[in-house]
């Protein structure tokens, strides 16, 4: 224990002063704590805003959730998913192997790369072999060997 400093007033002073500054800190650690909690609330509150997307109100347009938003992007990838394999004639794949094709008719004997078979490598129609496998075609312009 402490020992009193013999004088009453000085002693009740100092116990009443200890007293506050130790009521000061349990305060102050509590609201620490609360502000804390409160943050985070409302963080996941705007985390949940988003994710579920928001309503238009007056003078605010609304926001797509998340999986609004993921449903578009799928959307927007199988559209694009179509353009690049052969299908119904459509796609920008068959007009490249259209091209290809024509390409093909138009100089014979010279590698087309996707040819009329929409293959990597292959020859055009006129020429009767192929290339082997893991060689380049040759560069645009340059004469076949």
């Given at each position: 224990m402490v020992e009193a400093?013999?004088?009453?007033?000085?002693?009740?002073v100092l116990v009443w002063a200890g007293?506050?500054?130790?009521i000061g800190g349990l305060?102050?650690?509590?609201?620490?704590g609360v502000r804390g909690a409160l943050r985070l609330a409302g963080r996941v509150d705007d985390f949940m805003d988003d994710w579920a997307g928001q309503e238009e109100r007056p003078g605010v347009p609304g926001r797509p959730g998340v999986m609004e938003r993921v449903g578009a992007i799928e959307a927007r990838l199988h559209r694009v998913e179509h353009e690049l394999y052969p299908n119904s004639g459509g796609s920008l794949r068959d007009a490249v192997d259209r091209a290809?094709?024509?390409l093909a008719l138009l100089c014979p004997g010279t590698v087309?790369?996707?040819g009329a078979r929409g293959e990597t490598g292959?020859?055009?129609p006129a020429t009767p072999s192929r290339t082997t496998?893991?060689?380049a075609p040759p560069a645009p312009g340059a004469r076949p060997t």
């Open positions: 400093t013999g004088i009453d007033a000085l002693d009740v007293a506050l500054t130790v305060v102050a650690a509590v609201w620490r290809n094709e024509r087309v790369p996707g292959a020859l055009s496998p893991g060689t």
